[in-house]
């Protein structure tokens, strides 16, 4: 976690010490229902719950930089949790966090989580009306993914392969995960979510749960297999009898045994990236792109692609053709003779 983003935290944790009860526990409320009900996961649920905190504390003057005072005001506020929360107010929340210096993106960003939560609000009783159903936001910056190229990515996994041929756990565990994560394009969470029997050999393919606990199976190709059945034969039962209580089924392992964890899978993907020349920096994410552009160079159909990422619409896949333009452009523009 970077200082900025344990600061921010912080600070949130701060202003919601400082919300009057009734805001406390609406707030609870709402977390519960974004987690329960929703079925969220928990990176989801505490980034659309601090986008709360951020809007109530703006609304009831509580900034969080000195928690002291506004806990003494907020003892003395006499209105209902939500009362004043209009247009003209979530208005001015965004129009305050573009002034503080949030991008384009973030803003955006708690303006779609602003509406989720007054729209809920509305369902439950406690806002006559979804003012939030007419908060029309900046729109988003969208820049184009970092894409590796396929023989950058071909050159990541030779290098990778090269070092789990010495049958060394870890490196056996990194290979198959590098693999795994191009082949099928998964996001890290759900990678780190896989159990053993989730990998299906005879079919090749892999039932992977991804968000709001939406299960998919994916397609993985024999590069892929090849590298997990090394692991599973070789890698695991080493780390295992290692190990004091193992995660008996989780299909990768951390070297202590546990459940492999994402902040391992960002930077074992980062240091196998950096450990061949020339090629951009990137982490799992970066994968994901690449293996989704990848598939449309190749000639796969957008729904198709869309299937096999967990895309829960059509719209968020097809900022992947953007960037096969952006390289057919880029080829047209080497190769055709009056492309200049």
């Not at 976690?1 to 919601?16: N, Q």
């Not at 980034?47 to 009831?60: M, N, Q, R």
Request: positive net charge.
């Amino acid at each position: 976690m970077s200082p900025k983003d344990r600061h921010r935290r912080v600070e949130l944790s701060s202003v919601r010490a400082a919300l009057p009860e009734d805001a406390l526990r609406l707030v609870g409320d709402y977390e519960r229902h974004l987690a329960v009900e929703r079925g969220l996961s928990q990176h989801t649920v505490r980034a659309y719950v601090g986008d709360v905190v951020s809007l109530l504390g703006f609304l009831h003057g509580v900034t969080g930089t000195n928690p002291g005072s506004a806990v003494a005001e907020s003892a003395t506020e006499t209105q209902r949790s939500l009362d004043g929360l209009n247009l003209a107010c979530l208005r001015a929340w965004l129009a305050d966090l573009l002034g503080s210096g949030a991008s384009r993106t973030t803003v955006a960003r708690r303006a779609a989580a602003a509406r989720t939560f007054t729209a809920w609000a509305r369902r439950k009783g406690v806002l006559a009306g979804d003012p939030g159903a007419r908060l029309v936001a900046p729109r988003a910056q969208r820049p184009l993914p970092a894409v590796l190229k396929t023989e950058e990515m071909g050159e990541v996994l030779l290098a990778s392969a090269s070092g789990a041929a010495e049958l060394q756990p870890v490196a056996l565990r990194d290979h198959a995960v590098l693999e795994l994560l191009y082949a099928t394009g998964v996001r890290v969470s759900e990678l780190c979510g896989l159990d053993v029997g989730d990998i299906e050999f005879d079919r090749r393919v892999v039932r992977v749960i991804g968000k709001g606990d939406k299960e998919r199976v994916v397609p993985f190709g024999v590069p892929a297999e090849r590298a997990v059945r090394d692991w599973l034969d070789s890698g695991r039962p080493a780390i295992v009898r290692g190990a004091r209580k193992p995660e008996n089924g989780a299909l990768f392992l951390g070297i202590r045994g546990g459940r492999l964890d994402p902040r391992t899978v960002r930077r074992l993907v980062h240091d196998a990236i950096g450990a061949v020349p020339g090629v951009t920096d990137s982490g799992p994410h970066g994968l994901r792109h690449s293996a989704a552009t990848h598939l449309l160079e190749g000639g796969a159909d957008l729904r198709a692609v869309q299937e096999l990422l967990g895309h829960a619409t059509l719209a968020t896949t097809q900022i992947y053709t953007h960037v096969t333009v952006e390289r057919l452009k880029a080829i047209h523009d080497q190769a055709h003779p009056r492309a200049r």
